[in-house]
């Protein structure tokens, strides 16, 4: 991939992040490395802590021990070059696509606005209300909020979730040319492997508080769908997903399903 990268992603260093809720130690001292502009998958059994990793990168939440950090800074100080999308697009009703856009913006803000649309493709639909949206177009205009602040890290939590299987293939390829053009470090948390590996440059599986597996994606971009090496890729996360889930069923009993 040799597209030129319009800004730089920030590179993220975690130390010993521990994250407990009451007795609930949800991150167990996790230690984790990010090269700037690299795309990161999370994966991982619900509850497993992975919003909680993506709330704590946000600097929505702060961690009971350790450190965050972009290259020597805390993350905290340069929370402004980080967005974060989510699996609604949580437009404001009562204000056009282009003012949802443009929101928190100053000075010549519409042209940005207008530019952040055409890149997701909606550029003629500036005008109208979110509630003439689908679902799809809504992720769009969301996208294109956090695209107009050219943010230096992108924090996807499962943004594609409620999205019809065909949408979401397209904006699996939308999101992925604009983090090619742009050149943000992206975390994607999100429960279909097939996604994380079609997307990432790595998968993480988050177990027991740490990082369980670490899979680097080595497959050439663009990637071809159904491609054979990405179906082993995914059955081999799937697989170390599944063992961990035996060993702690096996007081339970069994379901089959036809
Ligand atoms: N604000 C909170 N207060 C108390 N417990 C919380 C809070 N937020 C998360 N938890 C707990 O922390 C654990 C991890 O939650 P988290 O939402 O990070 O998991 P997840 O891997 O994203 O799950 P899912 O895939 O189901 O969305 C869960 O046991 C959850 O109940």
Known sequence: ???ARLNQGIPLLLNGVSKRYGNNLVLNALDLHIAAGQFIAVVGRSGGGKSTLLRLLAGLESPNGGALLAGNT??????????????DARLLPWKSVIDNVG???????????????????LEHRASEWPAALSGG??????????????????????????????TRLEMQALITEL????????????????????????????EEGKIGLDLAIDVPRPRRLGSVRLAELEEEVLNRVMKRGESEATALPRTRHA
């Open 179 to 206: 983090w090619q053009r742009y050149g943000f470090t992206v975390v994607l948390v999100t429960h279909d492997v097939s996604e994380a590996v079609a997307m990432a440059d790595r998968v993480l599986l988050i």
């Open 137 to 166: 177009q809504k992720q769009r205009v969301a996208l294109a909020r956090a695209l107009v602040h050219q943010p230096g890290l992108l924090l996807l939590d499962e943004p594609l979730g409620a999205l019809d299987a065909l």
């Open 103 to 121: 929101l928190g913006l100053k000075g010549r803000w519409r042209e940005a606005a207008q530019q952040a649309l055409q890149s997701v493709g």
């Open 74 to 87: 805390p993350l905290a100080e340069i929370q402004h070059d980080t967005r974060m999308m989510f699996q």
């Open 1 to 3: 991939m040799n597209t």
